[in-house]
């Protein structure tokens, strides 16, 4: 089905005059969407248990695939407050939250992180990284945009939130701390990282560690044999330990690669998956951002520490 004349008709209907009910009367707290499981943790750890945050896309789902339905749609227009990443991560949604700005409450968090430390494949607006959370100073900044945004919205939530936000951000500074530590010493190994899509340019660029993939930016696109051929290439030439599946993508094409280095005298391990543009299920390990961001950082660490 083609949604997006239904989502154009829908939002004509609201702005011709339909109002929404006043639907946080009617519930114990305030609902907020964020469009993806990442997103959503940020939020509940800033609101704590003043609201109730629900992720529009569950675990396991690839943003940059993922289609709005009906549910969406009716799900975002009654919440009383909507955030979403921004970046085109969401690329399918994006008209969806334009039109959304006209009648609801809404965040876009990356509005919190400065254009010159945004990673860029060209001068279209859709070719800006959208994986900032893999950056962790990149997605404080988004978050703290985000926390004086909320404030706005709930004025009365102030103390709470600004209590909130210092104590997760303290925990934030922790991880990073963790990590540079971490990648110090693969780097001090000259380790680099080889993984199946983009995701973690701003990981390489933050700490710096090279940082090589199959894919781009989008899992939309396809490797064809010139990208695996160049990988094997790359692979050799570092004496590669290990390569990394991804948690949202078929690990095939990388069995591929693996196979090919294989034949060329180079035995690589295909390790993971990493978790990149979802966490893991709730109450798993990789279920929150911090779990997810330290469960990553481990398995690349001891897949790569010779």
């Given at each position: ?9 829908f ?5 011709l ?5 006043d ?56 919440a ?52 900032i ?6 997605w ?6 985000a ?31 963790e ?6 010493e693969?780097k ?29 930016l ?17 692979i050799?030439?570092?004496?590669v ?15 591929a ?24 299920a709730?109450?798993t390990?990789a279920?929150?951002y ?17």
């Amino acid at each position: 089905m083609n949604l997006k004349p239904l989502a154009l008709f829908f939002f004509s209907i609201l702005l011709l005059g339909a109002c929404k009910p006043d639907s946080e009367t009617q519930r114990e707290k305030p609902l907020i969407v964020a469009t993806t499981s990442i997103l959503a943790d940020g939020i509940k750890n800033l609101v704590g248990e003043q609201a109730d945050v629900f992720a529009l896309m569950p675990a396991g789902v690839d943003p940059h695939l993922y289609k709005a339905s009906v549910r969406d749609l009716d799900l975002l227009t009654n919440a009383d407050l909507v955030v979403y990443h921004g970046l085109y991560l969401e690329g399918k949604m994006t008209e969806i939250f334009e039109k959304l700005t006209l009648t609801q409450s809404i965040i876009d968090v990356s509005q919190g992180v400065p254009q010159d430390q945004l990673i860029r494949s060209g001068p279209e607006a859709h070719s800006v990284d959208p994986h900032i959370w893999f950056d962790i100073n990149l997605w404080s900044k988004a978050l703290k945009h985000a926390s004086s945004e909320l404030v706005k919205w709930k004025p009365e939530w102030k103390s709470n939130i600004e209590l909130n936000s210092a104590t997760y951000f303290k925990k934030l500074e922790i991880l990073e701390q963790e990590t540079r530590t971490k990648v110090n010493e693969l780097k001090s190994k000259n380790q680099v990282l080889v993984t199946a899509h983009d995701a973690f340019a701003y990981f390489g660029k933050a700490y710096g560690l090279e940082v090589y993939s199959l894919q781009g930016l989008s899992t939309l696109s396809e490797p064809g044999l010139r990208d695996l051929t160049e990988l094997i290439q790359i692979i050799q030439e570092h004496q590669v330990k290990a390569i990394f599946a991804e948690q949202t993508i078929s690990p095939k094409a990388l069995k591929a690669v693996a196979n090919g280095a294989a034949e060329k005298k180079q035995n690589v391990q295909l390790a993971g998956p990493l978790y990149t543009d979802s966490l893991d299920a709730p109450d798993t390990p990789a279920g929150t951002y911090l779990g997810m961001f330290a469960t990553n950082l481990n398995i690349i660490y001891q897949n790569l520490l010779p």
